[in-house]
């Protein structure tokens, strides 16, 4: 099972992006995906996550702003990020727990970097 991250680059303050995670290999069945993100000198925390019913949860850095979707049909996760600012500088990771036919395991993607500045 592979987790392709995909949409990072930079942008402007104000500006925005759409990050893509898609899923690959031996996938059963899904349940949370979410997206992670890491600062330089800082740990790796949450920035949404979602359900396999579409619920979702956010951080309180980016609720308000970001808006996490998914798409069962391609195993993709998706993450838009309007109005970016400086302080959501970072590599974003996407996660995914699923169950790839021996077991249910939390697959990480290869992150994807975003960087806000003018």
């Known amino acids: 099972v592979q987790l392709q991250a995909s949409g990072g680059g930079l942008v402007q303050p104000g500006g925005s992006l759409r990050l893509s995670c898609a899923a690959s290999?031996?996938?059963?069945?899904?349940?949370?995906m979410g997206w992670y993100r890491q600062a330089p000198g800082k740990q790796r925390e949450l920035v949404a996550t979602?359900?396999?019913?579409?619920?979702?949860n956010y951080a309180d850095s980016v609720k308000g702003r970001g808006t996490i979707s998914r798409d069962n049909a391609k195993n993709t996760v998706y993450l838009q990020m309007p109005s970016l600012k400086p302080e959501d500088t970072a590599v974003y990771y996407c996660?995914?727990?699923?169950?790839?036919?021996?077991?249910?395991?939390?697959?990480w993607g290869q992150g994807t970097l975003v960087t806000v500045s003018s």
């Open positions: 290999g031996s996938i059963f069945s899904f349940r949370t």
């Open positions: 996660n995914a727990d699923l169950f790839n036919g021996s077991g249910w395991y939390r697959y």
């Open positions: 979602i359900t396999s019913g579409g619920s979702t």
